[in-house]
């Protein structure tokens, strides 16, 4: 079994990596292999909508040059996910929810099932709904949201004193266990036959109707 850790801060031995070491340190005393990837700090693409994606139907978005196309394989060959972010004006980092959408929008198909959680560093404010900006991620595509003592955040400004966050540290750390916990689990039902459900078709309504709306000339 393997969790995928994704780093989403622009700094790459920062407090949001410190509470990911965290997760990472306890999943691996709980016999689960971890990889910390880094999302790095150049420039990211949004999603631009374009649907070549789901066109072509090979799980990748069109726009090459960053680590989106990567981290889809990265995650899709994972067990488990967890995404930490920085807390940027009570949100996650603007870099790493455009990245999310497109790995979710090409590749959210490869990750289905996965037990996942958001994980978030703050100074001071806007931490939990930074860690609930990240888990919508997961409540969309069918994906387990791994519970804990606490919600998934910890504090710290300056680099390492996240580490200080006694309960923050707490909390990760239960974090890495109940994911341990919920990866044997699911390979203990899988092993007695108990498969994912299938995904029914969606379902699309629309709240503006073509037929209200205005004829234009």
């Known amino acids: 079994m393997k969790v995928l850790l994704i780093n989403g801060s622009p700094r790459m031995k920062g407090n949001t990596h410190r509470a990911l070491e965290e ?3 306890t999943l691996k005393a709980e016999g ?15 999603c631009i909508a374009c649907g070549i994606c789901g066109k072509k139907g090979d799980h990748r978005c069109v726009f090459a040059d960053d680590p989106c196309n990567a981290l889809i394989e990265k995650a899709a060959g994972a067990d488990g996910l967890i995404v930490g972010s920085p807390v940027y004006f009570a949100g996650a980092a603007g870099s790493l929810i455009g990245l999310l959408d497109r790995m979710f929008y090409a590749g959210g198909s490869l ?20 860690a609930d900006q990240i888990n919508k991620y997961f409540q969309f595509n069918h994906m387990p949201l791994v519970p804990s003592s606490y919600w998934g955040v910890a504090f710290g400004r300056l680099p390492g004193e996240a580490a200080g966050d006694g309960e923050g540290m707490h909390t990760m750390r239960s974090l890495g266990r109940d994911m341990a916990w919920m990866l044997k689990s699911l390979a203990a039902a899988r092993e007695a036959g108990i498969t994912p459900p299938e995904v029914e078709p969606k379902v699309m309504t629309n709240y503006i109707r073509e037929d209200v709306l205005p004829v234009e000339g």
């Open 32 to 46: 689960v292999q971890t990889e910390i990837a880094w999302i790095g700090n150049k420039e990211i693409r949004g």
């Open 23 to 25: 997760v990472a340190a």
């Open 111 to 130: 990750m289905r099932f996965k037990p996942a959680a958001g994980i978030s560093v703050a100074r001071r404010a806007g931490a939990i709904e930074a």
